[in-house]
């Protein structure tokens, strides 16, 4: 059932969307943005809580557009309210939005929440900062079929919307964890998972590892690498060769490269 309809710009729900685009307004209320009908439909499929849906039909770009919003409003799971164009704009984030946003509940998984397979890849990113460079290796994380992607030391909003959108939705169906160093390294000890540390400083090539074990990759973040920390705890430090004048891969690459050579060994 459609709610209301929101035209004035001056709206107070038009006024808590904006809000929820910064961190602050996101952590107070637990609640972030979802926009696109691709993003809205991977948060759905995984689960996710959504408080409230908001639409503009005057700007939908396909018949699937309107075929989700009546299928939403059939199912009643959640307000639904429609906009006029001057007010879905303002309250959207995107340059060429597709007329559908939602308000959703943030989820705080932890280690032991995850379900692994007989031999996981894991995925521990540490002290990434640039929620495009996360959205990049989610979707090559998704591709790569990794079992879990942890963020240790973690500066980074995982609900920004930059991260869910260059995601393509695909953070919602990762299993996304946030964790502190010493329990991760014991999480990770306890099952027995071996850890490759991502280093220009080391002669041992990416694919001069075995893969067909329990791995996890540890990737540090552009800025600074890895800590001395990771450095000394992995198993192995690997790198990616390289030929020209640069010295390492922008951090989304270099964690596909290293995916895909697991992938390749596995297969």
């Known amino acids: 059932m459609e ?13 808590n969307l904006v809000k929820l685009r910064e961190r602050k307004h996101r952590d107070r209320q637990s609640r972030f943005l979802v926009e696109g009908l691709r ?12 408080t409230h849906l908001y639409y503009c039909p005057d700007i939908f770009p396909s018949t699937a557009h ?17 906009m006029s164009a001057e007010a879905f704009k303002k309250a959207s984030f995107r340059e060429g939005p597709d007329g ?16 692994l397979s007989e031999k996981p890849i894991l995925l521990v990113l540490e002290g990434i900062e640039k929620p495009g460079n ?8 998704d591709g790569a079929g990794v079992d879990a992607v942890i963020l240790v030391d973690c500066v980074l909003d995982l609900y ?31 099952n027995k998972i071996v850890c490759y540390a991502t280093t ?33 705890k992995s198993a192995q430090r690997i790198r990616i060769p390289m ?21 390749r060994q596995r297969s």
């Not at 709610?3 to 006024?15: A, F, G, R, T």
């Open 39 to 50: 993003e809205v439909g991977h948060a759905l499929k995984a689960g996710y809580e959504v």
């Open 160 to 190: 920004n919307p930059n991260a869910i959108r260059s995601s393509q939705g695909l953070l919602f169906s990762s299993a996304l964890v946030l964790s502190e160093r010493e329990p991760l390294t014991q999480w990770l000890d306890a």
């Open 200 to 232: 220009p400083k080391t002669n041992t090539m990416h694919w001069n590892i075995d893969c067909r074990r329990s791995i996890a990759f540890v990737m540090g973040s552009e800025s600074e690498g890895l800590s001395s920390y990771w450095l000394e």
């Open 134 to 141: 996360l959205g990049a290796i989610l979707r090559s994380a």
């Open 66 to 82: 309107t075929e989700f919003i009546n299928m939403q409003k059939k199912m009643g799971n959640f307000p639904v309210t429609r």
């Open 100 to 115: 559908i946003i939602v308000i959703a509940i943030q989820q705080n998984n932890v280690l032991t929440d995850l379900k």
């Open 243 to 263: 030929i020209g004048q640069a010295d390492s891969l922008n951090v989304a690459a270099a964690t596909a490269v290293c995916l895909y050579e697991a992938r």
């Open 3 to 15: 709610d209301s309809y929101i035209q004035s710009l001056q709206n107070d729900q038009v006024k």
